[in-house]
């Protein structure tokens, strides 16, 4: 079963065609990466599935729902999440907080004057099973704005996981991070798709952090959807070799 | 309990006591009963404002006009509709937070200077037409002729016309009920969205927060609040004035706000007292006075960028 259908779409910014009819099926429990030079359109086609802008033309579909034209916090209830490529978490507050309030959304409380002890107590596990998951949970009271970077991911991912979605949509997860770093958070979202079974779609610049992650590799190359395959299908593919990977060697 | 929590519940301990021997302690350091009076119910503005300003992040620069519809909503009751307390302030508060509703769906999709401009528009449209409209609103001359009442407790009445002290009492516990409702808001699963769109409002829509309409309902609930303190100060002047609904005036609740500390919950209380205070004390020496108030506000935002408040502690969610 596919979570994610995507037909035919299409973005236009004026004369840009930032996205130029592609299409792509996530199935249930895959781990899909999106690579492709700079500017070959993954962002702005991240953008379209989580509904930062509706497409010019074509169809998504989320568990066989028909999304196209949902806004982002309609999609959000729906069972999709997503972080940024420059990381989004509320600075001044601490960690805990930060996935507190992902917990209360999710658990349907957003616009609640009270919530009673055993709510309270739900949102409560809920928020430790995150930190956990995500290995932060020595550090819920720090304020979010002065962890490290790797550990301002951890926590934008834990916000997103917090939601309990059905998709996991992350932007360059290990941008701007030491190896180190991006060996922790590679490990992390390992562990989400192996071991907790979340599908999830990624754009990745790291070769790496892709091969060693990802279940097939769709290929962007100026809006258009160039490849799609297994790790070793694309690593073969004179036509990605031609126009990604041998630029980046 | 923490050290945290005992250290706050001193520091709530001690700012419900000096307000509650306000008209004790005043009288002697040279001020006045009503000073004190005026300093809450313009402090339940400028916190009004700031439950938007501070912990929803969005600026609005027309909120006078709620306030002062309150204070005509307050006024024209006691005049024309009935002769009781409890009903004008219940009329103000209802015609600020309603007006605030109403418009307030047309302003939430503006963001910064935008929201900011929008604000200042529909407040002057309020200011215009309580100036122009005389035969309703006394036009500039302001509307008279009305004056608090009484409270009929049945047993006995409480008498906050001539009684200065009885109306300062009367006064604090409708700013205390007020605030209490302030404070449970932002406690709640929905204030914690608010400070979480102020935080980031891109996060925010990303967690599944529909972040216009929880500014709507911030937006609206700020509203009703304003239109409560605006009904006070009708009483407190027995008088209601169009340069109450003026952006200038808007423009002092701000600055109360900053001035005060705006990520902290009591820092716009403080505002304006700092202002309220200068503000009486300065006038009987200078017509300049606002000279030297712009001044401190300057130095404050120069050197305590988090406002006099917010030197002392972060804002807890």
């Not at chain 1, 299409?23 to 962002?43: C, D, F, Q, Y």
């Not at chain 1, 409380?109 to 809920?126: D, G, M, Q, T």
């Not at chain 2, 403080?270 to 309220?276: D, I, K, N």
């Not at chain 2, 017509?287 to 300057?298: A, D, E």
Request: with cysteine; net charge positive; aromatic share 12%.
């Amino acid at each position: 079963m596919n979570v994610l259908e995507i037909s035919n779409v299409t973005k236009r910014f004026g004369n840009l065609v930032a996205v130029r009819d592609v299409s792509m099926n996530v199935a249930k429990g895959e781990l899909r990466a999106i690579i492709g030079p700079n500017g070959a359109g993954k962002t702005t086609f991240f953008n379209l599935i989580s509904g930062f802008f509706p497409p010019t033309s074509g169809a998504i579909t989320f568990d066989g729902r028909d999304i196209t034209r949902l806004a982002t916090h309609q999609r959000v209830t729906l069972g999709m999440a997503r972080t940024f490529q420059i990381t989004e978490i509320f600075p001044e507050l601490n960690v805990l907080e930060n996935v507190r309030i992902a917990a209360e959304v999710a658990g349907g409380y957003r616009l609640r004057p009270w919530i009673n002890a055993s709510e309270k107590a739900h949102v409560h596990r809920r928020v430790e099973e995150t930190l956990k998951l995500v290995s932060l949970e020595t550090k819920a009271d720090r304020l979010v704005g002065e962890l490290a970077h790797g550990d301002q991911r951890a926590a934008e991912i834990a916000m997103a996981l917090a939601l309990k979605p059905h998709l996991l949509l992350l932007d360059e997860p290990t941008a701007g991070m030491g190896d180190q770093e991006t060996y922790q958070i590679t490990q992390l979202i390992r562990r989400l798709h192996r071991e907790s079974n979340y599908t999830i779609v990624l754009i990745e610049h790291d070769m790496r952090v892709v091969f060693h992650l990802a279940d097939r590799i769709s290929v962007l190359d100026q809006g258009r959807l160039l490849a799609e395959g297994t790790a070793q299908e694309i690593a073969a593919n004179e036509t990605v070799q031609a126009a990604y990977l041998g630029n980046a060697a | 309990m923490s050290a945290e929590q005992t250290r706050k519940l001193i520091v709530l301990a001690a700012i419900w006591l000096i307000l509650l021997l306000a008209p004790y302690w005043m009288v002697p350091l040279g001020g006045y009963t009503a000073l004190a009076t005026r300093v809450l119910v313009l402090g339940l503005a400028a916190m009004s404002v700031n439950f938007l300003l501070g912990f929803t992040g969005v600026l609005s620069f027309g909120h006078a006009a709620y306030f002062g519809l309150g204070a005509y909503g307050a006024g024209l009751t006691l005049k024309f509709l009935a002769p009781s307390t409890p009903l004008a302030l219940v009329a103000g508060m209802l015609l600020g937070g309603i007006c605030g509703a109403i418009l307030g769906t047309l302003i939430v999709r503006r963001r910064g200077v935008y929201f900011a401009m929008v604000t200042i528009a529909f407040g002057q449209v309020f200011y215009y037409i309580a100036f122009q409209w005389s035969s309703l609103t006394g036009g500039d001359d302001g509307l008279r002729g009305f004056s608090r009442q009484p409270i009929d407790f049945g047993v006995f009445n409480l008498d906050i016309l001539s009684n200065a002290n009885n109306f300062y009492f009367f006064v604090l516990f409708c700013f205390a009920l007020a605030v209490a409702a302030m404070g449970f808001i932002l406690r709640s699963p929905f204030g914690r969205t608010m400070i979480a769109i102020r935080e980031n409002e891109r996060r925010s829509r990303f967690l599944g927060i529909p972040v216009e309409r929880h500014i709507w309902i911030a937006f609206t609930l700020s509203c009703f609040f304003m239109g409560f303190a605006g009904a006070l100060y009708a009483l407190v002047n027995n008088f209601a004035d169009p340069r109450g609904l003026h952006y200038s005036q808007s423009g002092d609740f701000v600055m109360m706000a900053v001035m005060g500390g705006m990520r902290s919950f009591w820092g716009p209380l403080l505002g304006a007292a700092v202002f309220v205070i200068l503000q009486d004390y300065l006038s009987s020496i200078t017509v300049n006075w606002m000279s030297f108030v712009g001044l401190l506000f300057v130095m404050v935002v120069l050197f305590f960028p988090r406002g006099l408040l917010g030197v002392i502690g972060r804002s807890k969610a």
